[in-house]
């Protein structure tokens, strides 16, 4: 059984890294002043700080359908029996929708795996989906290895900028301007139980507090018990990111934790705007 996997450009994996490991990456749309953009093939994460910085306020968009319809066909052309596609959360993208037409036009069986997430989550389960296919796991035994891991899984995220996510409809203009005024701001969250939507998860009032929030937090999350892969994520704003990284490391010494830190993905670094953090974590998928 010869089986495809599939992610999309909000995993952050470059067109080499998804060539190396044999793993399909359909780029999504940045618009930035009309001009439409491949995510990591016409612009990449730092191309996009530089241009918000210039007060770029860019759109998104799923990946364009005839870059779609090409890959699937190409999978039937080379022989592939089915595909199993990690794509961008269903309640930030319709992307899984067009792959299901897609499929079902070159009559090629695909698994969509809802991982209600988007960046580090989605590049991780990607990545070791692709693992297990190579172990020669079925698409049934993967569905039962992967899905009460992403169950357990979950985002917390710190924008600093409200001005994006009252574009995107996130925040009301006078919700935001209030926030602002008042030097409110939330904490937002994508998980399983939003499926795959933002939400807010708090509301705090310095950013000292929100760190503090998103640390202590995440740190109860993590069962001992467990093996974790926790990725702390930032839009231009590091030393935040390594800081915050060493306050959760002193909260959870002698556990099975492994912390990286990374990017925000430029597709979605344009919703969350700059000096935006995030804290993303999943049980360790053994592969």
């Known amino acids: 059984m010869k089986i495809a996997v599939i992610s999309d450009s909000g995993c952050g994996m470059s067109e080499k890294e998804a060539q190396e490991r044999g793993i399909f990456i359909l780029p999504l749309q940045l618009i930035i002043n009309d001009i439409s953009y491949r995510d990591g093939v016409d612009i990449q994460a730092d191309d996009l700080y530089a241009k918000l910085k210039e007060g770029a306020l860019p759109k998104t968009s799923m990946p364009v359908m005839s870059d779609i319809d090409t890959l699937f066909h190409q999978l039937k052309e080379e022989g592939y029996d089915q595909a199993i596609a990690i794509p961008l959360s269903t309640g930030l993208s319709s992307t899984t929708q067009s792959l299901n037409i897609a499929a079902e036009m070159e009559d090629l069986p695909l698994t969509c795996i809802e991982v209600s997430s988007t960046c580090c989550i989605e590049k991780y389960v990607t ?24 169950a357990a899984s979950g985002t917390l995220i710190y924008p600093n900028d409200l001005n994006h996510l009252k574009r995107g409809g996130r925040l009301t203009p006078v919700a935001a301007s209030l926030a602002t005024l008042l030097k409110i701001k939330p904490i937002l969250k994508i998980d399983p139980s939003t499926e795959g939507r933002i939400d807010v998860e708090a509301k705090v009032r310095t950013e000292k507090k ?75 998928i053994e592969a």
């Open 210 to 284: 929100a760190e503090r929030y998103m640390v202590e937090n995440i740190a109860l999350r993590l069962m001992k018990d467990r093996s974790y892969q926790v990725f702390i994520i930032d839009s231009d704003c590091r030393a935040k990111a390594l800081r915050m990284k060493d306050e959760l490391e002193q909260l959870i010494v002698g556990q099975d934790v492994a912390i990286t830190n990374d990017n925000i993905y430029a597709v979605i670094s344009s919703h969350t705007g700059l000096d935006c953090i995030a804290i993303q974590y999943i049980e360790t």
């Open 127 to 150: 990545i070791q989906v692709k693992k297990l296919v190579d172990a020669g796991k079925t698409v049934e035994e993967i569905k039962a290895i992967i899905l009460p891991k992403i």
